[in-house]
């Protein structure tokens, strides 16, 4: 078995329970969190992503979300910019 299948109904419960309170766990904002390499030179800070691995993958989802409902109803305009 995959990973993803045994990790999906645990993350959607957490994730729909953050969307539900309107919080996001407190260990997400304090999280032990190690620099996972995106991109570029390896010996370049910027080129590192220190967010929770979690908060981000929610946040991404709901960004996702947002950007398919806006387009959708032609809600952005050209001139709008930043996502």
Not at 5 to 32: C, M, Y
Not at 36 to 54: C, F, H, M, P, V
């Amino acid at each position: 078995m995959e990973i993803r299948h045994a990790i999906v109904t645990p993350l959607r419960v957490i994730f729909q329970k953050s969307i539900d309170s309107g919080l996001v766990p407190e260990d997400w904002q304090t999280a032990n969190v190690c620099p996972i390499y995106k991109k570029g030179k390896r010996d370049a800070t910027e080129n590192y992503s220190l967010t929770s691995q979690l908060g981000k993958l929610l946040e991404t989802m709901i960004r996702d979300i947002m950007v398919h409902h806006l387009e959708s109803f032609n809600l952005i305009r050209d001139s709008q910019h930043g996502f």
